[in-house]
């Protein structure tokens, strides 16, 4: 199967998935939600646009003297100081389980919200999409789960009181 054949089949496959979700024969779909795709590891991860500030490279942080190995450090942007919180020692098994060490964080997501700032470092920002779904998606075959940064502001600092810079 050439390129052209490929891209045909996979659009083909998509409106046959959007034709079966169809409820009644009236078009209607589960709503859209807003999402930032990123992998770590061998994982997919979901974060909504609402709680991402900005999207930057990751260029190192300075380290601090932590006992959580997840804290990688400390970067400041705009006149704020975020804690870098590693989500590959977060969401996956350490180095030495899963057969190698990780690869370095390429992206970092500055996360909405009061102090103490955080910003997640992933392998990689894939994207903006517009998924269906709750909690996991399918982007393409590949399955996205939800992230939600609260359960991180509760093990790194304190919930957020819904203040967005």
């Known amino acids: 199967?050439?390129?052209q054949e490929e891209r045909a089949a996979l659009i083909l496959d998509r409106r046959t998935?959007?034709?079966a979700e169809r409820k009644d024969g009236?078009?209607?779909t589960q709503a859209?939600?807003?999402l930032i795709i990123a992998s770590v590891g061998s994982n997919l991860l979901g974060f909504d646009v609402a709680e991402v500030a900005a999207v930057i490279p990751f260029e190192g942080c300075a380290r601090m003297p932590v006992s959580d190995p997840a804290v990688l450090g400390v970067v400041g942007r705009a006149g704020r100081f975020y804690s870098v919180i590693g989500l590959a020692r977060v969401v996956t098994q350490p180095a030495g389980e899963a057969g190698g060490p990780a690869p370095a964080p390429a992206?970092?997501?500055l996360l909405r919200g009061s102090a103490p700032h955080m910003a997640l470092a992933v392998d990689r920002v894939l994207g903006r999409f517009d998924l269906a779904g709750d909690t996991t998606f399918d982007l393409d075959?590949?399955?996205v789960a939800l992230f939600d940064p609260e359960s991180l502001r509760r093990r790194f600092g304190r919930a957020s009181a819904g203040g967005h810079p």
């Open 1 to 3: 199967m050439n390129r």
């Open 17 to 19: 998935r959007a034709l």
């Open 26 to 28: 009236q078009g209607q």
């Open 32 to 34: 859209l939600r807003a």
């Open 107 to 109: 992206h970092l997501l």
């Open 141 to 143: 075959g590949q399955w």
